[in-house]
């Protein structure tokens, strides 16, 4: 069992950066593939980007290629997020998730989110 909780999130001017946290408990992270997706108001949830368990294998969904880094710390437990160049359609709340594997339709664990608003 994995337990995440979020922080970062806010309101932020179009153009400007954020960074996520994602901070996990237990003691086997690095055996998790973490991920990051968003759930736009009326909108289905959708994949934004994941990372191995070790760190090296990223992955990105096409609208936040570019303008988006995920990264983790074994050592802290915690995963994070990096949002440069945001767009009010970035406007959402961001859940992180652990799972065994990576899974851009969605993974085993997840946290309560955060929520990102980006004004134009």
């Known amino acids: 069992q994995v337990q995440l909780v979020e922080s970062g999130g806010g309101l932020v001017q179009a153009g400007g950066s954020l960074r996520l946290s994602c901070a996990a408990s237990?003691?086997?992270?690095?055996?998790?593939?973490m991920g990051w997706f968003r759930q736009a108001p009326g909108k289905e949830r959708e994949f934004v980007a994941a990372?191995?368990?070790?760190?090296?294998?990223?992955y990105y969904a096409d609208s936040v290629k570019g303008r988006g880094t995920i990264s983790r710390d074994n050592g802290k437990n915690t995963a994070y997020l990096q949002m440069k160049s945001l767009k009010p359609e970035d406007t959402a709340v961001y859940y992180c998730?652990?799972?065994?594997?990576?899974?851009?339709?969605?993974?085993?664990?997840w946290g309560k989110g955060t929520l990102v608003t980006v004004s134009s």
């Open positions: 998730a652990a799972g065994r594997l990576v899974n851009t339709n969605g993974m085993d664990y």
């Open positions: 237990g003691r086997t992270f690095g055996s998790y593939a």
């Open positions: 990372i191995g368990g070790d760190g090296y294998s990223t």
